[in-house]
């Protein structure tokens, strides 16, 4: 008799997504657990293999969403004793890192992506003309002090006021109102791309420092470049979140839509 064709794990990675799409997957799971009371305040989660089971998630994907949430102060990983949920409240999880499935419904996000990738370059390059000493040396205060952050919402905070002293220092205060107004939008995307990104502090440290070198050096091609390279990378990371997200989310489900395969 011939056999029979095996069933598909629920995890996405039998649907050909993105690594960070199925850790995605992963902490809305989880998440959804711990907000439906399932998991309750200090109490203990189940053994790795009982929990990715409960959740139909392979072992490295549920592993990812538990060092996201522990990131983001919803679980607190004790070696040798366990994962537990902390002591805060659901309001405190939805806060801190909210859905990525909500941002891929907001239809304004991509624009202000586009937005800020045509306008922050051309800041940064204005600004390299402008800077004084006490701006420079306090963006590379900022950086220093980025280096050592690890909570999600801290590092963007830190990382806006970055590139809004950047603005800042054109002098140009209509361009800074625009780029306050469009960075703001997009802080909730970075906020989830902090707590996902594994690499994130190196990374972030790397593509500052060029921009900070830039702007001591005066060099307004430079300081473009290096602003719209950073710039672009973040948005090319959210947008390939969102349209994984987007394709994978209940209402495409019900229309049949189903994923293509990434290679």
């Given at each position: 008799?011939?056999?029979?064709?095996?069933?598909?794990?629920?995890?996405?990675?039998?649907?050909?997504?993105?690594?960070?799409?199925?850790?995605?997957?992963?902490?809305?799971?989880?998440?959804?657990?711990?907000?439906?009371?399932?998991?309750?305040?200090?109490?203990?989660?189940?053994?790795?293999?009982?929990?990715?089971?409960?959740l139909?998630?392979?072992?490295?994907?549920?592993?990812?969403?538990?060092?996201?949430?522990?990131?983001?102060?919803?679980?607190?990983?004790?070696?040798?004793?366990?994962?537990?949920?902390?002591d805060l409240?659901?309001?405190?999880?939805?806060r801190?890192?909210?859905?990525?499935?909500?941002?891929?419904?907001?239809?304004?996000?991509?624009?202000?992506?586009?937005?800020?990738?045509?306008?922050?370059?051309?800041?940064?390059?204005?600004?390299?003309?402008?800077?004084?000493?006490?701006?420079?040396?306090?963006?590379?205060?900022?950086?220093?002090?980025?280096?050592?952050?690890?909570?999600?919402?801290?590092?963007?905070?830190?990382?806006?006021?970055?590139?809004?002293d950047?603005?800042?220092?054109?002098?140009?205060?209509t361009?800074?109102?625009?780029?306050a107004?469009?960075?703001?939008?997009t802080?909730?995307?970075?906020?989830?791309?902090?707590?996902?990104?594994?690499?994130?502090?190196?990374?972030?440290?790397?593509?500052?420092?060029?921009?900070?070198?830039?702007?001591?050096?005066?060099?307004?091609?430079?300081?473009?470049?290096?602003?719209?390279?950073?710039?672009?990378?973040?948005?090319?990371?959210?947008?390939?979140?969102?349209?994984a997200?987007?394709?994978?989310?209940?209402?495409?489900?019900?229309?049949?839509?189903?994923?293509?395969?990434?290679?």
């Open positions: 008799m011939p056999k029979k064709p095996m069933a598909k794990k629920r995890d996405t990675d039998s649907l050909g997504e993105s690594a960070g799409s199925v850790v995605d997957v992963a902490i809305n799971r989880l998440k959804e657990r711990i907000e439906a009371g399932e998991f309750a305040p200090g109490q203990r989660l189940p053994p790795e293999m009982v929990l990715a089971g409960e139909e998630l392979s072992r490295p994907s549920l592993r990812e969403a538990v060092r996201a949430l522990a990131m983001a102060g919803v679980l607190d990983v004790r070696r040798g004793d366990g994962t537990y949920v902390t409240r659901p309001d405190r999880l939805l801190a890192i909210g859905s990525f499935l909500d941002l891929a419904h907001d239809t304004g996000l991509d624009e202000m992506l586009e937005c800020r990738k045509v306008l922050e370059p051309g800041a940064t390059a204005l600004a390299a003309t402008r800077i004084d000493e006490a701006t420079l040396d306090a963006l590379r205060g900022r950086i220093e002090r980025m280096r050592t952050l690890h909570d999600p919402e801290e590092l963007v905070r830190e990382d806006l006021a970055f590139h809004a950047i603005v800042a220092a054109t002098g140009n205060r361009l800074e109102s625009l780029l107004s469009v960075t703001q939008r802080a909730r995307a970075r906020i989830w791309r902090a707590l996902v990104k594994s690499d994130v502090l190196s990374w972030s440290h790397e593509q500052h420092m060029d921009i900070y070198r830039a702007l001591r050096a005066r060099d307004s091609l430079a300081a473009f470049t290096a602003a719209h390279r950073h710039v672009d990378d973040v948005e090319a990371w959210v947008r390939e979140r969102l349209d997200v987007r394709e994978h989310s209940p209402e495409a489900d019900a229309k049949g839509i189903r994923m293509e395969e990434r290679i």
